[in-house]
């Protein structure tokens, strides 16, 4: 049975404006003073996601000039 309170709202599908759904989730260790400074930065999951992104276009940069 519903909750007679629910918010119907909340069962909207999610949407975004991304060219591809965030639905992918990557866990990895730092140490500790590496994790501070991460979290300090403003909105650092998009901080994260930029930076693995240029890191991995300049990794497939290099492979390409070896082949």
Do not use: H, W
């Not at 991304?18 to 930065?41: G, H, N």
Request: proline share 10%.
């Amino acid at each position: 049975m519903p909750n007679p309170k629910g918010n119907p709202e909340s069962l909207q599908p999610f949407t975004t404006d991304r060219a591809e759904p965030l639905i992918a989730k990557l866990t990895l260790r730092v140490p500790q003073s590496m994790m501070d400074k991460i979290k300090s930065i403003e909105n650092y999951p998009e901080f994260c996601r930029q930076a693995l992104k240029e890191a991995l276009d300049k990794f497939d940069q290099s492979d390409d000039e070896q082949q």
